[in-house]
């Protein structure tokens, strides 16, 4: 069985390094990115529909944020094994045809249910989850603990960073409510400071990243960043983590700051004023096929804008940079390609001093 699992994960890296030939980017020599597809929670056992939406939506990119596989696993060859699934669906092949694909974990990807960096395994994942994405071998995220990366594209002046963070190798453990009650979530805030999300070492990263030039920024975390009414999980379970992201993209002046997130089997669009001098928006897409119409209730999130989605769903951004002042449309788009939530914001309102 081990033999079978290797060969079946070797046959699928071939399969993927083949489709995906041609199609790397290489920063400083990419096209103008206008529209940035993302998704997250995609059962491998389960059929995968959504990926002809995906490429009818014509992404330059796609960002696959989280539980990307369901891996939930100390055993590497069945992590293997469920990556080769996912490899074999047609509709994630052609995608890998028409737009590259970057990537980060969450939980059940990483390999257990609402981890953190007490999972054993997580050296060992890290490596399988780089052989996927055919990271190469030089990569400096082959030498460093945590999947974080980021890139820029375009040119001066139509600059786009991706910011892909790791919020799960290096998490201190959550901290449980003292009752349970359904449907509401087991988590509550820990306001322990000597607990962490990024670990010491990717905040070093990120303060360098959010240095470097660009007009639009968007930070891909696996959990929610805004959202902080429910009890799962959530960057407001560390709540000094969260607050010290928001001082780090204030210190930095940092503009043009877009979180997208997963993880929740809902999708959602969130708005709150961090202290960053602008609207912090937080793009919320689950799932690619794990829909939660059946078992989520509606929940309060008092910085949500519109409505809630449950059904499958992916997210797309879409940047006009032929106007004046560039127009960014931010979506959520059902397992039909059809646009259900929409804001549409302006580069401008998001630069530091809009909100004083």
């Known amino acids: 069985m081990k033999g079978l699992c290797e060969k079946s994960f070797l046959i699928a890296l071939s399969v993927l390094l083949l489709l ?4 790397a980017f290489t920063t400083g020599q990419t096209p103008t990115l206008t529209r940035i597809a993302f998704g997250s929670c995609a059962g491998q056992d389960l059929p995968q529909p959504i990926w002809e939406y995906i490429v009818a ?8 944020i989280g539980d990307n596989i369901y891996a939930d696993t100390e055993d590497m060859n069945v992590m293997r094994a469920k990556y080769a699934k996912l490899a074999a669906v047609p509709g994630y092949q052609k995608l890998l045809k028409t737009c590259p694909v970057l990537a980060t974990w969450d939980d059940h990807d990483f390999g257990v249910n609402d981890g953190g960096a007490e999972y054993p395994k997580k050296a060992e994942s890290q490596q399988i989850f780089l052989d996927f994405f055919g990271e190469p071998k030089d990569s400096p995220r082959r030498k460093r603990e945590g999947v974080y990366d980021a890139k820029i594209f375009g040119p001066p002046g139509k600059q786009v960073q991706i910011i892909l963070l790791d919020t799960r190798y290096f998490r201190s453990p959550l901290k449980r409510r003292s009752t349970t009650e359904r449907g509401v979530g087991p988590y509550v805030p820990n306001p322990d400071p000597s607990t962490t999300l990024l670990g010491e070492a990717q905040w070093k990263w990120l303060d360098e990243q959010l240095r470097a030039p660009a007009q639009v920024r968007i930070i891909a975390s696996s959990i929610q960043v805004v959202a902080e009414d429910h009890g799962w999980e959530k960057w407001m379970n560390f709540p000094h983590e969260r ?11 940092a503009s043009g700051v877009i979180f997208i997130s997963g993880d929740r089997h809902l999708a959602e669009l969130s708005m709150m004023d961090g202290g960053v001098g602008y609207p912090l928006y937080d793009l919320t897409s689950s799932a690619l096929n794990r829909s939660s119409q059946r078992w989520r209730a509606y929940e309060v999130n008092r910085h949500r804008v519109g409505t809630m989605n449950w059904g499958d769903n992916f997210g797309l951004i879409v940047i006009d940079w032929n106007r004046s002042d560039p127009r960014i449309s931010l979506q959520i788009r059902d397992e039909e390609g059809e646009i259900t939530i929409q804001r549409k914001i302006y580069l ?3 630069q530091p001093g809009v909100i004083q």
């Open 20 to 23: 995906g030939s041609g199609l």
């Open 57 to 64: 939506a014509r992404p330059d990119v796609f960002l696959f």
């Open 243 to 253: 607050e010290r992201l928001f001082k780090l993209i204030r210190a930095n002046r």
């Open 348 to 350: 401008s309102t998001l």
